[in-house]
Nanobody
Framework: VQLQASGGGLVQAGGSLRLSCAASGRTYVLGWFCQAPGKEREFVAAISWSGGSTYYADSVKGRFTISRDNVKNTVYLQMNSLKPEDTAVYYC???????????????????WGQGTQVTVSS
């Protein structure tokens, strides 16, 4: 499975960005993680195969929305009301095992994209 993330950039606080991640191959659970300089990679959001189940980190609930298009095999992260503390490299990731539950644990994810930089200025 290969993943190609895009959509990052520089935005002012309060602004919005939409990240996309196109996948090739088998995907089941799709997730987004972020990593700020000097910090460990953190869970952001995950979505099930059907899109019927989603899960968010507390820090992004109500601001970010994860969605997927299985025809395009693409996952999206709509990021609204961005804050300077959202600044990080954002990675998409895949759990390829069928019937896997949503997970916040990065070790559960089999494949990773290359990351896209999001910078929020104050």
């Amino acid at each position: 499975v290969q993943l190609q993330a895009s959509g990052g950039g520089l935005v002012q606080a309060g602004g919005s960005l939409r990240l996309s991640c196109a996948a090739s191959g088998r995907t089941y659970v799709l997730g987004w993680f972020c990593q700020a300089p000097g910090k460990e990679r953190e869970f952001v959001a995950a979505i099930s195969w059907s899109g019927g189940s989603t899960y968010y980190a507390d820090s992004v609930k109500g601001r970010f929305t994860i969605s997927r298009d299985n025809v395009k095999n693409t996952v999206y992260l709509q990021m609204n009301s961005l804050k300077p503390e959202d600044t990080a490299v954002y990675y998409c990731a895949v759990v390829s095992r069928s019937y896997s539950p949503l997970s916040t644990n990065s070790h559960e994810y089999d494949y990773w994209g290359q990351g896209t930089q999001v910078t929020v200025s104050s």
